[in-house]
């Protein structure tokens, strides 16, 4: 429901010294548009890309390119699922955020924001591949509950942490 997974991006005051280390780690850079109003870099380490994002932000988002992002509001609207932003006209970079009940941001976006990279030859980053996003919850029911109603299915669960 949520389209596919573009990047995540994360805010950063420094983008040419969280370029470097990314790249020291074996990401790639990959060009991207000019579609955003800020300072932007997207690394990629194959199977996942770290959007680089000069804004005032506090949080890292997760983001996905979803095609008729309007029509797609109002069935997210339907799933009692209130907008932090949205940006959705013909004569803008159509947009929209909101967050999961424990305040994990996410934005959809109509279009990718960057060139895909050439796929990756000879393994992973240094750091390894990516498995996951993990975060905490207070209510771990309310979280699956949302997630779900978004199309994510539970994998794994457990009483002890990994």
Same mark, same amino acid.
């Given at each position: 429901? $949520?389209?596919?997974? $573009?990047?995540?991006?994360? %805010? %950063?005051?420094?983008?040419g010294e969280s370029y470097e280390f990314l790249q020291t780690i074996g990401f790639r850079n990959v060009a991207t548009g000019d579609i955003r109003p800020h300072a932007y870099a997207v690394l990629d380490a194959g199977d996942f890309c770290i959007g680089l994002h000069a804004i005032d932000s506090a949080e890292a988002k997760l983001i996905f390119v979803r095609s008729d992002l309007e029509s797609h509001s109002r069935a997210l609207r339907r799933q009692k699922i209130r907008f932090e932003y949205s940006r959705l006209t013909s004569d803008e970079f159509n947009e929209l955020g909101f967050c999961d009940p424990e305040g994990i941001q996410l934005e959809l976006v109509e279009a990718q924001t960057f060139s895909p990279g050439e796929r990756r030859e000879g393994g992973s980053p240094i750091c390894g591949e990516f498995l996951e996003y993990s975060t905490t919850t207070q209510a771990l029911d309310k979280s699956v509950a949302f997630w779900a109603g978004l199309g994510f299915e539970s994998i794994a669960s457990g009483d002890e942490p990994h």
């Open positions: 429901m $949520l389209g596919r997974f $573009l990047e995540l991006g994360v %805010t %950063t005051d420094e983008i």
